[in-house]
């Protein structure tokens, strides 16, 4: 076997080594959680009477502690990203949504034309703040209704006469109206641009680019960054890991020396300290292998998700628009027709005259 063979056998085997681990993580992280339980027994039963730990504040001011806490920082990143990578392609592959909907998304794109900024500017945009604010009104009276007393939300219901003017010194009855009004379609249309609204904006340029672009949006999310994914990732472990090697720096376990002979004080320290460093690098590497599906998801899947869901919204109009026909739809939905029961076939030319409307 030629070298190039055996280098092309070892990817192959690293290959199937990334699977087992993908399909085993949950058990990986049952075992870690029994080892520190069994750790804790240990500790409990007196097994390792045989140390004291001793924390020392001084250390603090010493730059060998820093350039420890450094060291520690750095390899405690550096494994995490090694976990990523290890995990990126395997899970790439499992991630069936995320196949489904970039083919869904390649599909639809071909058929956006001149009306599609227009379309997200004028229509999706406003559609989806009004569903936002909707969202956060109904939020309101769901707990307003959690609060409040059984008797007063009978009395809001309550279409009797008598109760009517019960009803206008109510301190539910009133917010609840007021709630309500927020929620009249005249006053949504009348005040849109000036409600305050938590909702995601597309910006239609955004099409343009890949999903893995480097153009900051803000709003509904239709584009990702595997490398800003990992970055933030990174940060957010960056953080623990420096509290954890500042916490681990200066504590310091010291032998007693009616257990030990004082010639194996040393060599049992150096010991520990191998396996909190290896540790620390294990462990790192096992969040970032667990990490990678998350920002896999939300670097990629939930970016062609939503960028499917605009062009879903957007076909929808131009048949109420009857800028296209419902063949032509179903046609670029891929359904079957309204009217026949098989889908229908279009010609090249056929395609090109539904593109140019």
Not at 40 to 66: K, N, P, R
Not at 110 to 128: C, H, S, T
Not at 335 to 347: A, G, H, R, S, Y
Request: with cysteine; net charge positive; charged share 25%.
């Amino acid at each position: 076997m030629n070298p190039f063979e055996k280098i092309s056998s070892l990817g192959d085997n690293i290959s199937r080594t990334s699977g087992i681990v993908a399909e085993k993580r949950e058990l990986l992280f049952k075992q870690a959680i029994n080892t520190i339980l069994l750790f804790i027994i240990l500790l409990v039963f007196g097994c390792l009477d045989f140390m004291t730990a001793t924390f020392h504040l001084e250390y603090l001011v010493q730059a060998s502690f820093w350039a420890t806490v450094g060291s520690k920082l750095i390899a405690g990143i550096c494994a995490f990203n090694i976990g990523i990578n290890f995990m990126w392609d395997t899970e790439i592959k499992k991630d069936l949504v995320l196949a489904e909907n970039k083919a869904k998304y390649e599909w639809l794109k071909q058929f956006q034309v001149d009306d599609f900024e227009y379309f997200v500017l004028k229509v999706y945009n406003p559609m989806m703040k009004i569903r936002a604010y909707l969202s956060q009104i109904n939020y309101k009276i769901t707990w307003l209704n959690r609060i409040s007393r059984r008797k007063d939300r009978l009395l809001y219901s309550s279409d009797l006469p008598e109760h009517q003017e019960l009803k206008k010194k109510n301190k539910y009855c009133i917010i609840r109206q007021e709630l309500e009004d927020l929620k009249n379609e005249d006053f949504i249309n009348k005040n849109l641009d000036s409600l305050k609204v938590r909702y995601i904006e597309v910006d239609p340029t955004i099409f343009e680019l890949e999903i893995d672009g480097s153009k900051p949006i803000y709003g509904t999310k239709t584009k990702g960054s595997a490398t800003t994914g990992k970055i933030k990732a990174s940060s957010s472990v960056a953080v623990g890991m420096l509290g954890f090697a500042m916490f681990t720096t200066s504590l310091v376990f010291e032998f007693n020396g009616q257990e030990f002979a004082s010639n194996m004080e040393a060599f049992w320290h150096y010991l520990l300290k191998c396996v909190e460093d290896v540790g620390v690098v294990l462990w790192q590497l096992f969040r970032g292998m667990m990490k990678t599906r998350k920002i896999i998801s939300s670097e990629y899947t939930q970016p062609y998700a939503g960028r499917v869901k605009v062009y879903n919204e957007y076909h929808k109009w131009r048949l109420a628009q009857n800028k296209i026909t419902k063949e032509e739809y179903a046609y670029i939905m891929q359904i079957k027709p309204l009217k026949d029961e098989e889908v229908i076939e279009i010609t090249e030319e056929q395609l090109k005259s539904l593109n140019s409307k």
